[in-house]
């Protein structure tokens, strides 16, 4: 088994120049219309809707993404966005590498 150190492609999407596989779009044709993939890049975040891909926010290497609260946040080195209007909700010392939502009694906070 072998581990690529760079991707040029994520499902079928050729991320050098935005396009699709046939294939991948003929697939993708009739699935729910309401539902998007969201992605980091290390130029930003992006949002694909099944025929395009979209950058939704620039971004200097996104490196997590979650939803909390029915909002979308990215994170990168040190800091977590509101992605959509770019706003910084938390300055962190040190990078962020994943994030989730989910409800306190799973963390057992009191």
């Known amino acids: 088994m072998s581990i690529k150190l760079e991707q040029g492609k994520i499902f ?3 991320l050098e ?8 779009e003929r697939e ?9 993939l969201v992605f980091g890049s290390d130029d930003g975040v992006y949002v694909f809707d099944g ?7 620039e971004r200097n290497k996104v490196l997590a993404l979650a939803v909390w609260n029915g909002e979308l946040y990215d994170a990168g080195y040190r800091k977590i966005y509101r992605t959509r209007d770019s706003k910084v909700v938390v300055n962190f010392g ?17």
């Open 12 to 14: 079928g999407i050729d």
């Open 17 to 24: 120049s935005f396009k699709m596989d046939k294939k991948i």
């Open 28 to 36: 993708i044709e009739g699935e729910n219309k309401d539902e998007v």
């Open 51 to 57: 025929r395009k891909v979209e950058r939704i926010a």
């Open 94 to 110: 040190k990078p962020i590498y994943s994030m989730i939502a989910c409800n306190k009694d799973v963390l057992m906070l009191t």
